[in-house]
Every structure is written in structure tokens, then in C-alpha cells.
């Protein structure tokens, strides 16, 4: 027991949770000094985006007792990200997100240590994202979220009996806003629902037929899109429209005005062709400090056990009064993405090549292009071109070579797949097995293709 | 300058110029900035509140470095106020940032006059008693108040004023104003001008849902003595006769007009919402009454007269598949109906205005025609006085709320956070602060707990053992990701008090940082 004596603490406030033992905590709770030190020491956090939820959380966690953060974002600060993303200032309009945020947290919170990442998320090798006890998302993508679901439920073994193996399990907890909206939630790979298990919950974008911004339009939207998908490429053949240089956007926004005019149709401004050609997405600074707060507090109760954990999934509403609830979503057993993985079986004298064709025609698959990984090592990269040129006189072994002969194992492909009609990256987890080798002749098919 | 509106773009996309323009007017004051304080200023400096007071008596320890961001290292030993401050300057510098070095208790208890000044009072932290003193101060001078208060995984937000009316409340989701059931004149005539059995297919699937639906409507209601569709087997017949139109299968206006039939089977009228506001003893005038009450006035006789029961049309209608020209036609339709019952309307508001011996133009164009557009959502929200929800809250309210699972761990949280309160004020500390003792702290907590319970007339029920260590473990302490949850909350009010757009909540929300079941108490 600590004295009233001891010496004025930083965790003053924090120690009161992660010292006391409690009623309502983790099974795994065990309070002491230990449990705050090792907190600082060896827990180590990932914050993916450093925007308006990013900025947040990286203050949250630094302030709950992490030392140990990294943070990735490919975004430059705009002007627009100042309402809300307060660790950055007008003059640093121009510089990485990442950077600035961390340097700025360093600054404040003594002891705490963050490395910025400066680069799209994909440009990551998947290792990179195995060395962090948890991750937190704080994304405005569906790619992005789907994207790095896939990567962390890519490092999940299960056992021979398909239960999800303990020092597997890479947590994720996710946030997301949208004016006053939101929602926060907590993926444990195995036991709660993924990213994709319920990937309904985040409908299509509904997009206008091009039938009708070319022939009836009728309101300033379709005036605009008109502008923008159509006209634009009459106008400039060969080149792309760049939503970010403000020539091109007065200009969208002119043409709009005209057809505007033309139709009878009010209400075209430049605010509003911005906001449709450029998707954006109304967001305030108060919406985003409740969700980050949310997301790091979950993040502080699964690192420690110090309390009950969110199960699983948080909708918040400000619009009319208060309404917060909590879901309890449910694991889809099949899921492509967090189950025991697609089961494929092939003879051992499968190539490479043969194996990256089969992956394109594979009905639950349908990957493109794929890269194959096996326990680390890069059996065929796309890309970079230096990676390809190493790995390119694979293709034509056989995949049991490859594997080393093992009777089956787990590998890891990255490719592109279809969805909703648009292209996206994807990450896979196959369970290979290789017909007639011993052992595997009574392998558990649950599951499986 | 364009760099402010760039500098918003974002929440201009919310609250518009207007709500922004209320903002930049505004004048808010803070009573004690620990995290739950500046986490709540911090939002709304960045957001552009027009000035700030941070009142604090006390001084930075080493402690508060832990769970507050707008102090560091060099801040220790210096005035709270100050420093937290400085740090809020520092995020907008278009906003007024001043601090005074004062506990708010003292000001509460000599300097009641101080707080006249504001337009709104954020107070975090305060415990009973000065949260009760504060209110009537505030109630009397008529500032709106926003309470704020994080105790370790749970904490309380509750608003406190006389009445909060609400034109622009923006709801998610709400029944377009189209009149299929009930069209005025000239949308009859033109509906009435259109064959819905013209051939040409490309007329065919380009006429509007809503002429589809006026026409068939009133078709329908030719033959079923004046009614419209009620039954399921009713509704589902209309919709047949819907899909029945069809002379191709890809008319997505025809499947519009389906979707949207519930607009035919709505009742005509107004809401039982509305109906209890132009009820409301303020809707009774004088030269007192706010202009928000004199335009109720002024809606309530045009229910009763010219709108024949109907609030004054709205006047906008949503994207739906159409050729331009009709569609074009169509809103001019309705936005000239809007504009006509907007003129009635403000013939109203002048007379009320003369009748009341006030100036007849005092109350502008753009504000009656907002309130015309926004009539049928219109939102009045009053406050009990804290006091009086102390002493005497709405028993049959709390007894459910103490039976109800899905409430049981927040209005546990409700009442410690009161008891946490009164213990204080008896042992000169909050059950748990300092170390040792523990268990008798748990026991004297619960035999308050108890004490309160019973005072409030509900004898006999109890709180769990569970919640009870727990409060007393969080001692009293202020974590960051909880303040920032409750401070997200306040100033989310706070803005919408200020702009008066959106809803505020109503009750006390309290925060259950357990799993995160929290709940609004209204009592």
C-alpha cells in the first residue's frame, strides 16, 4: 500500500484504477506498480491516421498511461483541418500530419515517445503491424479500415481444434465520426465480430446515373457531378481532374453554374461543389474528443483489464437530445477474414503461377494480382519492381517446393478484388493443404471451401 | 479574408454562417479547468467561440500534468487558470481568451452579479451545494448553464435554464412536407394536368412520384368515401394499383411512388408535438413574450383559420426520378404556396406585435421565414432547477429507473455521484481520495448512499455492493479519456444552446465508462 507520503506522481489520477483492485474489471486485472510500469515499458499502440480522431487519440492514450506510441497518416495539414485538429497550427499547413501531431504530444507529455509514419498504410510491411499490442483506428475510409481489419486478423493462428490461439490475438478498436454522429468499437480477431463480419453496416455510397446528370437533372448535385464526371473530360481531354488545385474547382463550379442556369435548377455555390466532388464529410471538433475518448479508454481497459470492456460496438447520436447505445454484435463463423482462413487444397505439383491463376478464378475469392507470402518470406511480390525481379523465378516451382513440403500451412496473399463495382486491395488468409501427404489425410474440413 | 470560412468549412457544413455567426457572438465562462473543463473549451475555442473567462483558484501540481494536456512541466507551482489559459490562446487567436485567479466557490458565495455577464456558464467539478447556488444565480439572470463533472469511470453532464426554443432542430429524419393526402389548389391542377396514361414511355417513367401520388390518391379516396388507405390489406391494394401503372418494368419512379406511398397513409395535420406547443400557456402573448412566442401565436391562428388545420408548407421537395421540367415545375409549385403562407403568417406576427404594443416590423423577414419553413419541427425545452431535482425528483421516474436493467448501473452512478457529495462534506474528503482505510470508507459511502436514498423517498432499495467499491476506488480521481468523453458532451451542448439549432438534451446524462451503457435520467 502507497503512503500519503509518497512523492507527487504524474499518475496521480491514473493510479487509482491501476493500483486498487476493483469489482467490475477484466479477468485478466492485476493491479500494482508492475501493471503501470509495464504499461509504459512494453505496451506498444498504433495509431492509423493522425486527422481529427488521430490527433485525439494520440493525446488520450499519451494521457492513459502509454509510453510507447507510433502513429501513420499519408496526409499533408490543410487549412480546412484546423477547426478540430488542434494539434496543428497555421503555419504548419503543408507538413505531414504524423509528424507534427507527434512532435506536438511529445512536447507536452514528458515521457511519452511517438514515431511518426509518413506513408500510406499499404506501403507498410505487414510485420510492422505484428510488433504493437493493439491498434487504433482513427480512419474516415472503408478501404482503410478494411484494410488494416484484414492485416491484423491475418496474424490470428487458430488450433487444431479451431479455437483462436491466446498470443495471436492482435486487438483493434475503431472510431468513426460524421457530424454529430459516431460510433466506437472493439474488434478482438476470434471473438468479437471483424471489420468484415459486419461490413453491412457501412452501406454503398449511393452514386447518380450518369443517365441522369447527362439528360434530367434536377438539383445543383447533378448540375455538378455533371461538371465534374462528364464535361470535364470532354473539355480536357487526357487530363485528370485534380479535386485539389482550386483552378479546376472554379472551374467545375462555372460549368455547374451554367447548366444551372440552363435547367432552371438553384442552389449550385462553391461550398457545395467542393463538398460533392470532393465527398466531404461535415466534422467537428466535439464529436471526434467523445469518439477518441471512447476509443482510448477501451484501449486502456483491454491493455490492463483495469474495467469491463465495451462488447462490442457504440452508436452515438448528438443531433436530437443524446442517444448513445451499445450493440452486441456477432461473429460471422465464415468470414473470409477473421475465420481459420479459406481452405484450398491442391496437388503438390501446383506452380506458383499455377497457384496466383487459381486465386483469380477462386469463387470466394476473386483476387487479382496476387503477392504471396509464406511465414514472412515473399514467395511472389508485385511489386516494387526490385522485389518482383528477386522473387519472379519463383513462379515456376511448385508451391509444396516453396513451402518448404510442409503437409499444410497457413499463407498470406495480397491482391486486388472487386467491390461494390470498385477495386480494392485486399489481404487473405489461405490454409493450404497439399493432397495425398501424410498426415493430412483426415484434416478437419470445417470451414473450408 | 477567406481564411476563416476555410478555416470552418467543416462545422459551416452543420451549423451554417448564421449558427456560426451565434458562436462568434457568444461569451462563455468557465469554472474550474481541469481536464474536464479545458477538454470542454478546448472544442469550443476551436470551433470559434468569441470569448472565454477560465476561472480557477488553484495552482498546478505535479498531478495534473497526468491527465491534463494544456499543462506541462514549466506550468507547475503557476495559477490553473492561467496556464490552461494560455494553451486555449493558442489553438484560435480570433477568440478572447481571459482568466481569473479565483476559486469559483468564492465568487458563488460573494459576487453573484459576476456571472450576469456571460451568455453561458460551463461549471465542471462543482459539488452539490454550489451547483444548487450557482443554478439560481444563473436562472435569475437568465445564463444558461451547462454542468460538467468526470469521477472516475463516470461523470454527469445536465443542462440548466428556464426554457430553450429551438426553430432549426435539424432532425435525421423526418417526413417530407408534400401534401399527397391534402393538395392545395393549384398542385391539384397541375397534377390534374398531367395523363398518367400517356404511351410515350419516355413521359411515362419521367413524371414525378409525386403527381403519381396525388392523382392516385385522390382516385383512391373517390372511391372509399373521402378515406384514404389505412389497413395493411388497404395500403397493400394502393401499392398494387401503384405497381399495376407500371408499362415497364425499369420505371424507377413508379418504384419511388411505392416506397413512398406511407406519405399518402400519413394523417393529415399537425403532430402531437406541435400541438402541445401552440397549447402552451406562452402561446397566450403579451408584450413580454419572446418573438419565438409571438410567431407561435401568429402559427397558431393560421392552423386555426387559413392553414385549415395545416402548419405553412414547408416549400422544398426531395431528389426524386423525373424529366427537369416537371420537377422544376413542381418546386416552383410548392415553393410558391411556402411563400404565400409565409406572407399570411407575417401578417399575423405584425397584428400580434401591434396588439402587444410592440414595434410591428421588430421581428424580421428572415427569421418568420425561418420559423415557417421549420414550423412543424419547431422544439421547446425546459429545465427543472437543480434544487428542485435534488430534493424532490420525479419519484415514480427514479423507482423505474432502479428496477430496470438497462438503467440499474447509471442511476446507481447518479446517486453516488450525489453521495459521493454529502460524504464529503462530512469527512472533508470523497470516499477513496487517499490511500488506506478502505474498507470503511466503502462502508461509511454505503450507509450514505443508503441515507440519500431514503431521504429521497426511495426506502428500501439499494445499490449494488459492486458499484459502491468501485466508487470508492475511482477516489475521486479525474482520468484524461473520461474528461474528454464528458467535456466532448458539453461543449456539444453548449454549441447547440448557442446556436440554437439542433436539440440539447434533456435530463442528466450520466456516463457509465464500465460498458459504456449510459443513460439520460430525467427526474
Known amino acids: ?449 | 479574408m477567406a481564411e476563416p470560412k476555410t478555416k470552418y468549412d467543416r462545422q459551416l457544413r452543420i451549423w451554417g454562417e448564421q449558427g456560426q455567426t451565434a458562436l462568434e457572438r457568444a461569451s462563455v465562462c468557465l469554472l474550474n479547468c481541469g481536464p474536464t473543463g479545458s477538454e470542454t473549451f478546448k472544442n469550443l475555442v476551436l470551433g470559434g467561440v468569441g470569448s472565454i473567462t477560465v476561472i480557477d483558484g488553484s495552482k498546478v501540481e505535479v498531478g495534473d500534468l497526468g491527465n491534463n494536456f494544456m499543462l506541462d512541466e514549466s506550468s507547475v507551482g503557476h495559477s490553473k487558470a492561467k496556464c490552461v489559459c494560455a494553451f486555449l490562446q493558442e489553438l484560435n487567436d480570433a477568440v478572447k481568451a481571459k482568466f481569473i485567479e479565483e476559486y469559483p466557490e468564492a465568487l458563488i458565495e460573494t459576487k453573484a452579479s459576476f456571472f450576469s455577464q456571460f451568455t453561458l456558464v460551463v461549471a465542471t467539478q462543482l459539488v452539490e451545494d454550489a451547483m444548487i447556488k450557482l443554478d439560481r444565480i444563473c436562472r435569475e439572470a437568465n445564463v444558461m448553464l451547462v454542468f460538467a463533472r468526470s469521477y472516475g469511470l463516470t461523470g454527469l453532464v445536465r443542462i440548466s435554464l428556464k426554457e430553450h426554443a429551438v426553430i432549426e432542430s435539424k432532425p435525421d429524419h423526418f417526413l417530407d412536407d408534400l401534401r399527397l393526402n391534402n393538395p392545395w389548389a393549384e398542385l391539384k391542377r397541375f397534377a390534374e394536368s398531367i395523363d398518367l396514361n400517356n404511351p410515350d414511355l419516355v413521359v411515362h417513367k419521367h413524371t414525378p412520384y409525386i403527381v403519381i401520388l396525388v392523382k392516385m390518391a385522390e382516385e383512391w379516396a373517390k372511391s372509399h368515401g373521402g378515406n384514404f388507405p389505412s389497413t395493411r390489406e388497404e395500403k397493400k391494394e394502393f401499392k398494387g394499383l401503384l405497381n399495376a401503372m407500371k408499362i415497364a418494368l425499369d420505371e424507377d419512379n413508379y418504384k419511388e411512388a411505392i416506397e413512398a406511398s406511407f406519405k399518402v397513409f400519413a394523417p393529415r395535420g399537425i403532430s402531437s408535438d406541435l400541438q402541445q406547443i401552440i397549447n402552451d400557456s406562452c402561446a397566450e402573448v403579451d408584450s413580454n413574450s419572446s418573438d419565438f412566442w409571438v410567431m407561435v401565436a401568429a402559427l397558431k391562428e393560421f392552423i386555426a383559420t387559413e392553414g385549415c388545420g395545416e402548419t405553412p408548407l414547408e416549400g422544398s421537395i426531395p431528389d426524386m426520378t423525373s424529366s427537369t421540367e416537371l420537377y422544376v415545375t413542381l418546386q416552383k409549385i410548392y415553393q410558391a404556396k411556402a411563400e404565400a403562407d409565409f406572407l399570411v403568417i407575417a401578417q399575423h406576427v405584425r397584428n400580434i406585435l401591434k396588439k402587444v404594443g410592440r414595434d410591428p416590423e421588430s421581428i424580421s423577414k428572415t427569421t418568420i421565414k425561418s420559423f415557417c419553413k421549420n414550423a412543424r419541427k419547431l422544439r421547446v425545452c425546459r429545465y427543472r432547477l437543480i434544487e428542485d431535482e435534488f430534493c424532490n425528483p420525479a419519484l415514480t421516474e427514479m423507482q423505474k429507473y432502479l428496477t430496470d436493467e438497462d438503467y440499474s448501473i447509471a442511476v446507481g452512478f447518479y446517486i453516488l455521484l450525489r453521495a459521493v457529495d454529502r460524504f464529503a462534506a462530512n469527512y472533508n474528503s470523497f470516499p477513496g481520495q487517499f490511500d488506506g482505510a478502505m474498507d470503511e470508507e466503502i462502508s461509511r459511502l454505503k450507509t450514505t448512499a443508503v441515507g440519500l436514498l431514503s431521504d429521497l423517498g426511495c426506502n428500501g432499495s439499494t445499490l449494488t455492493e459492486d458499484l459502491i467499491n468501485e466508487m470508492c476506488r475511482f477516489g475521486a480521481a479525474e482520468l484524461h479519456a473520461v474528461a474528454a468523453f464528458i467535456g466532448g458532451i458539453a461543449s456539444q451542448e453548449v454549441i447547440k444552446l448557442i446556436t440554437k439549432q439542433f436539440v440539447p438534451m434533456s435530463g442528466t446524462y450520466i456516463f457509465n465508462g464500465i460498458d459504456h451503457k449510459s443513460q439520460l435520467l430525467t427526474l
Request: glycine share 8%; proline share 5%.
Open chain 1, 1 to 449: 500500500m502507497v503512503d500519503t507520503a509518497t512523492p507527487p506522481s504524474r499518475s496521480r489520477d491514473l493510479d487509482k484504477l491501476l493500483l486498487r483492485p476493483g469489482n467490475l474489471v477484466g479477468p485478466t486485472f492485476e493491479p500494482g506498480t508492475e501493471l503501470r510500469e509495464d504499461l509504459k515499458e512494453y505496451v506498444k499502440v498504433l495509431v492509423v491516421g493522425a486527422g481529427g480522431l488521430g490527433c485525439e487519440l494520440l493525446k488520450d492514450l499519451a494521457l492513459s498511461g502509454f509510453r510507447n506510441l507510433e502513429v501513420i497518416d499519408m496526409d499533408r495539414i490543410e487549412v480546412s483541418n484546423l477547426n478540430r485538429q488542434f494539434l496543428f497550427r497555421l503555419d504548419d499547413v503543408g507538413k505531414a500530419k504524423a509528424e507534427v501531431a507527434a512532435k506536438r504530444v511529445m512536447e507536452r507529455v514528458s515521457g511519452v515517445n511517438i514515431v511518426p509514419h509518413f506513408c500510406r498504410i499499404e506501403d507498410k510491411e505487414i510485420n510492422f503491424y505484428n510488433d504493437f499490442s493493439i491498434i487504433v483506428l482513427g480512419l474516415d475510409s472503408i478501404e482503410a479500415r478494411s484494410y488494416i481489419n484484414a492485416v491484423a486478423c491475418g496474424f490470428l493462428e487458430y488450433d487444431s481444434d479451431d479455437s483462436p490461439r491466446e498470443e495471436s490475438i492482435k486487438p483493434m478498436v475503431d472510431g468513426g465520426t460524421e457530424g454529430f454522429k459516431g460510433h466506437a468499437r472493439v474488434i478482438v480477431p476470434g471473438f468479437t465480430p471483424c471489420f468484415e463480419c459486419t461490413i453491412w453496416l457501412f452501406p454503398p455510397q449511393v452514386k447518380f446515373p450518369l443517365c441522369t446528370l447527362a439528360e434530367t437533372p434536377r438539383t445543383a448535385a447533378h448540375c455538378i457531378e455533371y461538371a465534374h464526371l462528364i464535361k470535364w473530360d470532354e473539355v480536357h481531354s487526357g487530363k485528370t481532374f485534380d479535386p485539389d488545385d482550386p483552378e479546376h474547382m472554379k472551374w467545375v463550379y462555372e460549368e455547374a453554374v451554367k447548366r444551372a442556369e440552363l435547367f432552371g435548377i438553384p442552389g449550385v455555390t462553391y461550398s457545395l461543389t467542393q463538398g460533392v466532388v470532393k465527398n466531404i464529410i461535415p466534422a467537428i471538433a466535439s464529436t471526434n474528443a467523445v469518439i477518441s475518448a471512447a476509443c482510448a479508454l477501451e484501449t486502456l481497459k483491454i491493455v490492463s483489464g483495469c474495467s469491463k470492456t465495451l462488447s462490442n460496438y457504440l452508436t452515438y447520436n448528438g443531433v436530437e437530445g443524446l442517444h448513445t447505445k451499445v450493440t452486441e454484435f456477432v461473429k460471422d463463423k465464415d468470414c473470409l477474414v477473421c475465420g481459420p482462413g479459406v481452405l484450398i487444397e491442391l496437388d503438390i505439383s501446383v506452380t506458383l503461377r499455377k497457384f496466383i491463376d487459381l486465386l483469380e478464378e477462386h469463387p470466394k475469392l476473386l483476387l487479382s494480382k496476387a503477392s504471396v507470402r509464406h511465414r514472412g518470406k515473399n514467395l511472389y511480390m508485385q511489386a516494387p519492381p526490385v522485389l518482383e525481379e528477386m522473387t519472379r523465378s519463383n513462379i515456376s516451382l511448385t508451391l509444396y517446393e516453396l513451402m518448404d513440403k510442409v503437409p499444410k500451412d497457413i499463407i498470406h496473399v495480397t491482391g486486388s478484388t472487386r467491390r461494390d463495382d470498385k477495386k480494392t486491395s485486399c489481404l487473405r488468409k489461405l490454409r493450404v493443404v497439399f493432397k495425398g501427404v501424410e498426415g493430412v489425410t483426415d484434416m478437419d474440413m470445417a470451414g473450408g471451401a
